[in-house]
């Protein structure tokens, strides 16, 4: 089999940088293990404008969000399936004060029927603020229709990377029964022991998120309140993350998820039902700076360590990447 692009891996750093490039008419293999948790599956999933610890505008947000809204939207449109949905955030503990002015048209007072339900929902003392636009990935639904969408152009392999089966000679990359011009490396954490690629200003850590069962509560809303409450449909509720830096194993944190439990006691005055508990890790880079690197020598490179903010950022990135990619 003959391609142009080899992208390893396909959560959203991989999907997002197989896009771009199918984009500029080039061809792709995206090989993935689909029965691994990925970063982006433990990820909240939102472009929010707002840094709501700091209470102010998310550095570079403009910079960034064009191009997701972009990028999202026209994914929405080639797969039909949802990708992207505005949901507003209703933020506990804002200051009564905000500094900074460019905050202030994200921010807007919650009245009527809204106020109301906060008020008989949420125990918390502090005062709640609606911060809009703000979207939501829907990252279940954009895996799974794009890899059915590379499968429809056989451009899709679901299986383990086996870096011991790569080879690159005479500027051909050659990984079993594949032949392709250049490798790009979307692989999250396994990076690290990337031989390709050494001396990465690169480490790992671990996240934990749940998945609650919250009848009660109304989805056209994503809560946050030292944790995130995020809509996944079917009154289902992403609920996290956490970070964990010194780990051993990836089995769920138990104390974590009983302290989280005890908060959603505190904060809800409706029940609740924990259905399930994910763990995965997560690449994380000095200064969280994603990597966007080409081999010195070799056809290859990394699109990697999008972070926090990957969501967002993303698009962009992969926009930039791609062309610099195909200029080669």
């Not at 391609?3 to 080039?26: D, F, M, P």
């Not at 709640?128 to 451009?155: G, V």
């Not at 959603?264 to 969280?288: C, M, S, W, Y």
């Not at 360590?305 to 950022?313: A, D, E, P």
Request: glycine letters at 6%; charged letters at 15%.
């Amino acid at each position: 089999m003959q391609t142009e692009y080899l992208v390893i891996g396909g959560g959203i750093a991989g999907t997002l940088i197989s896009y771009e490039l199918l984009l500029h008419n080039k061809s792709v293999m995206v090989i993935d293990d689909t029965t691994a948790v990925k970063a982006s599956i433990v990820a909240g999933a939102i472009l929010n404008p707002v840094n709501i610890k700091q209470w102010n505008v998310a550095k570079d947000y403009q910079q960034y969000i064009a191009a997701a809204l972009d990028s999202y939207t026209s994914l929405q449109k080639l797969l039909n399936t949802p990708v992207i949905s505005e949901v507003p955030i209703i933020a506990f503990d804002a200051p009564a004060k905000k500094e900074d002015i460019l905050i202030q048209p994200f921010l807007h007072n919650i009245t009527g029927r809204d106020a109301a339900m906060i008020k008989n929902t949420f125990a918390t003392p502090y005062t709640a603020q609606k911060i809009s636009p703000a979207f939501q990935i829907h990252t279940a639904n954009l895996f799974s229709a794009w890899r059915k969408y590379l499968l429809a152009k056989n451009a899709f392999l679901d299986a383990h990377f086996e870096m011991e089966q790569l080879s690159i000679a005479n500027g051909t990359v050659m990984y079993k029964h594949i032949h392709a011009e250049k490798i790009i490396f979307c692989e999250g954490a396994a990076a690290i022991q990337n031989p390709l690629f050494s001396h990465l200003p690169f480490t790992k850590n671990r996240g934990d998120a749940l998945l609650i069962f919250i009848p009660g509560l109304p989805k056209k809303f994503i809560y946050h309140n030292g944790i995130r409450l995020i809509p996944t449909g079917n009154q289902l509720f992403w609920c996290g993350s956490n970070y964990t830096w010194n780990y051993t194993n990836l089995e769920p944190d138990t104390e974590w998820r009983k302290q989280t439990e005890n908060t959603l006691k505190d904060l809800l005055n409706i029940p609740f039902i924990i259905k399930d508990h994910i763990v995965a890790e997560r690449p994380t880079t000095a200064g969280q700076q994603p990597l966007m690197l080409l081999h010195d020598s070799l056809p290859a490179a990394m699109f990697n360590g999008l972070g926090t903010k990957g969501f967002l950022m993303g698009p962009l990135l992969a926009k930039s990447f791609a062309k610099k990619l195909v200029s080669k």
